[in-house]
């Protein structure tokens, strides 16, 4: 056997890393639009395994702030620019834009198993059927509280208790002198914040959006009594300042010992259970959302999910990509890596079936139940013509929702009487509906 010369040998080794360098160069880079919240960085994290699994793809991530995604995906989804393959979009996006024909259709064919997927978390991402973002964590709203203080008031707290009783229990435990108010609630006005909340609310009270001739329904008699009841309840039960609430401030409230309960995301259950975070953790209990004359529409259902815009040229790539995210191996690797209590929850049967994630995370049965309890395209006491539970999947909700929450806001804040709320609310939406054509 000939032995190689120092030149041949260098030689082969140029001609090796020349080889590498153009298997690098000539691989897909796809880039994945996302917002900034802790399983989505998780997901990024992981990204190399993916990239280990399909050496011929590399992933590209651009990180937003929540209105500065939702602005810059539907810009160029809209105008079809093509700068991004994934995106992370929800319930109210995959709907609307599935139907433009802005979205393709999510891959869901041979091991991917759709039917594993959570029927309202699948209808809600789906337009006639078709699946067009893939969900990577879902959230319904449910109870949560103080099972000690609940206990010390001589009060209990169960599954759908009416909101006139959960104003009985706030009553209850409210001790501003101690620093534990009865009830925190989302207050700071937008259509994703306070209005997810009062939505939801109002579907128990009989309340819609628009009737079927999509005229607003916001000066009705069950809106009026829905956002008289909130207004009523944080003001005498909820902390200093609510109208400038949402979920992180609440969380952080709730997480100090002050809120006696709290109504909101399920995913809020991990947190407020966990002992490095929340100093009441081992006193936290659960039921489902209260309701006035309906259970229909009394709890919200969203998903953050990977959709992929038709403009994209790695159509392929992106389409392995979010197979991969939005997998039941993809959940096996972070309960793996990480433990199953930071596992992405709200989308999959076999997450909670797994006796890992059951034991790991006790709010599960609860969130299950909420989630699944949830419809979207039957949300209303009163027939509605929208799909959405604490929105309706119109391209004019969100400057519609936006403006009602600044109303309701105002309300809350005693700016404005909830009369002038409403009407102020309706005439604007009034306005977007006519403009728009939809009479």
């Known amino acids: 056997m000939k032995h190689l010369t120092k030149n041949t040998l260098t030689y082969a080794v140029s001609i090796a890393a020349a080889m590498t360098a153009a298997s690098a160069f000539s691989a897909t880079q796809i880039t994945v639009a996302t917002v900034n919240n802790g399983h989505m960085i998780e997901m990024q994290k992981l990204t190399p395994e993916f990239e280990k699994a399909n050496p011929d793809i590399k992933v590209k991530w651009v990180t937003l702030e929540e209105g500065v995604l939702r602005q810059n995906v539907t810009q160029d989804i809209a105008n079809k620019s093509g700068l991004y393959d994934v995106m992370t979009i929800g319930m109210y996006e995959a709907p609307i834009w599935g139907e433009r024909g802005w979205l393709q259709a999510v891959d869901t064919s041979g091991s991917y198993d759709e039917k594993d997927i959570l029927p309202s978390i699948r209808d809600g991402l789906s337009y006639k059927g078709t699946m067009y973002a893939a969900p990577f964590y879902g959230e319904s709203s449910m109870v949560m509280y103080r099972k000690d203080l609940v206990k010390a008031a001589g009060m209990e707290i169960n599954d759908r208790d009416s909101w006139e009783h959960i104003r009985d229990v706030a009553a209850a435990v409210n001790n501003p002198e101690k620093g534990i108010y009865g009830i925190c609630l989302r207050g700071k006005a937008g259509w994703g914040d306070n209005m997810a909340f009062m939505t939801a609310m109002a579907n128990s009270f009989g309340a819609r959006w628009f009737d079927e001739s999509w005229k607003p329904q916001l000066e009705t008699a069950e809106w009026k009594n829905a956002v008289n009841f909130y207004v009523d309840l944080l003001t005498k039960y909820g902390p200093p300042g609510a109208s400038s609430n949402s979920f992180n401030e609440n969380l952080a409230l709730f997480n100090e010992g002050k809120c006696g309960m709290w109504i909101d995301a399920t995913i809020a259950a991990s947190f407020v259970t966990d ?37 994209t040229k790695n159509a392929e790539a992106a389409q392995k990509f979010v197979r991969w995210a939005t997998s039941k191996e993809y959940i ?19 997450t909670y079936a797994n006796p890992k994630f059951q034991e790991a995370a006790v709010f599960a049965d609860a969130e299950l139940k909420a989630i699944n309890s949830a419809n979207p395209n039957d949300s209303t006491l009163k027939p509605s013509p929208y799909v959405g539970v604490q929105f309706a999947a119109i391209p004019e909700f969100q400057a519609i929702g936006t403006t009602t929450g600044q109303m309701i806001s105002g309300a809350l804040s005693g700016s404005m009487t909830v009369d002038q709320a409403l009407k102020s609310a309706n005439i604007s939406a009034d306005r977007q509906m006519r403009q728009a054509g939809y009479y």
């Open 275 to 311: 002992p490095k975070q929340s100093k009441v953790a081992d006193q936290v209990g659960f039921a489902q959302s209260p309701y006035s004359v309906t259970e229909k529409g009394a709890n919200w259902l969203w998903a953050w999910a990977l959709g992929i815009p038709v403009a």
């Open 332 to 350: 096996q690797l972070v309960g793996k890596n990480n433990g199953w209590a930071a596992v992405p929850t709200g989308t999959r049967n076999s």
